[in-house]
T-cell receptor
Framework: DAGITQSPRHKVTETGTPVTLRCHQTENHRYMYWYRQDPGHGLRLIHYSYGVKDTDKGEVSDGYSVSRSKTEDFLLTLESATSSQTSVYFC?????????FGPGTRLTVL | GIQVEQSPPDLILQEGANSTLRCNFSDSVNNLQWFHQNPWGQLINLFYIPSGTKQNGRLSATTVATERYSLLYISSSQTTDSGVYFCAVSPKTSYDKVIFGPGTSLSVIP
């Protein structure tokens, strides 16, 4: 257990509303990641962080922003949610080059 | 960028049968991991295996980095092995990132 929690675990929202997902870790890992998982696409990297205030884009970063003001928290924000952002979102940490995943957040945008 | 392929895409096994899952990648990698996603959506680490062979119970994995492939062996399959198996790699050119293959969906029937 890598001590990763995600909140909320489920969310339903409407198109155009802002949404923030939170990933929290308890073990002071430097690297944190956000992925989305969709049928037919596997897991795709959205953004990742390699330290406080240090972030970079992944494969599918359009429409998403991230922030990391504390080591333990990595936030994913959808500024104006769209139906195409309906997905399951996973947070991960990297420990000694090995990734460990949180339980996921199921987001539905109506 | 690096391409990750997995085969077969789908597999149905009778309980007790053995199977081999394959992961091919198009460029040199620093890291390679195998994950199992169970029917409840949880991502479970199976192996961290950038090269060589490892075994854990009924599962074993081999990575031949010079030939850009990895194999996951499942012996004496059980219904609890059902789910999706993912291979994930970190390219040498961008070691911070992790790229997932599309997965192999395994169903083990009694």
């Amino acid at each position: 257990d890598a001590g990763i929690t995600q909140s909320p675990r489920h969310k339903v929202t409407e198109t155009g509303t802002p949404v923030t997902l939170r990933c929290h870790q308890t073990e002071n890992h430097r690297y944190m990641y956000w992925y989305r998982q969709d049928p037919g696409h596997g897991l795709r990297l959205i953004h990742y962080s390699y330290g406080v205030k240090d972030t970079d884009k992944g494969e599918v970063s359009d429409g998403y922003s991230v922030s990391r003001s504390k080591t333990e928290d990595f936030l994913l924000t959808l500024e104006s949610a769209t139906s195409s952002q309906t997905s399951v979102y996973f947070c991960a940490i990297s420990s000694h080059n090995e990734q460990f995943f949180g339980p996921g957040t199921r987001l539905t945008v109506l | 960028g690096i391409q990750v392929e997995q085969s077969p895409p789908d597999l149905i096994l009778q309980e007790g049968a053995n199977s081999t899952l394959r992961c091919n990648f198009s460029d040199s990698v620093n890291n390679l991991q195998w994950f199992h996603q169970n029917p409840w959506g949880q991502l479970i680490n199976l192996f961290y295996i950038p090269s060589g062979t490892k075994q854990n119970g009924r599962l074993s994995a081999t990575t031949v980095a010079t030939e850009r492939y990895s194999l996951l062996y499942i012996s004496s399959s059980q219904t609890t092995d059902s789910g999706v198996y993912f291979c994930a790699v970190s390219p040498k050119t961008s070691y911070d990132k992790v790229i997932f293959g599309p997965g192999t969906s395994l169903s083990v029937i009694p």
